[in-house]
């Protein structure tokens, strides 16, 4: 059974910085996608950042220039450092991967993998 297992969460105030960490264990070696997705109360889920096979990244543009996604293959792990947080950026954090190829990885349809949530609250 493939599981991903989520650190990193917390309380920060604006302008302070977070790095979220997801662990990918079990049988999982690769994967075409993965990625970030949050969910603030009332909100729909959206995707924050997505990297595919070949390292490629995408970014929301609310997060463009402040957040980094990253991966380390060796290990299974996916990496979101996040600069410069806004109080709209509090939301429950998702990490997610998909053993399949997906037409985008910056959206949530189509992965099967998820983490169990990390939340993430910014105070003003």
């Known amino acids: 059974q493939v599981q991903l297992v989520e650190s990193g969460g917390g309380s920060v105030q604006a302008g302070g910085s977070l790095r979220l960490s997801c662990a990918a264990s079990?049988?999982?070696?690769?994967?075409?996608?993965m990625g970030w997705f949050r969910q603030a109360p009332g909100q729909e889920l959206e995707g924050v950042a997505g990297?595919?096979?070949?390292?490629?990244?995408s970014y929301a543009d609310s997060v463009k220039g402040r957040f980094t996604i990253s991966q380390d293959n060796a290990k299974n792990s996916l990496y979101l450092q996040m600069n410069s947080l806004k109080p709209e950026d509090t939301a429950m954090y998702y990490c997610a991967a998909s053993r399949r190829p997906l037409l985008s990885c910056a959206t949530a349809i189509g992965y099967n993998y998820w983490g169990q949530g990390t939340q993430v609250s910014v105070s003003s």
């Open positions: 079990g049988y999982f070696y690769s994967s075409y996608c």
């Open positions: 990297i595919d096979s070949d390292g490629s990244t």
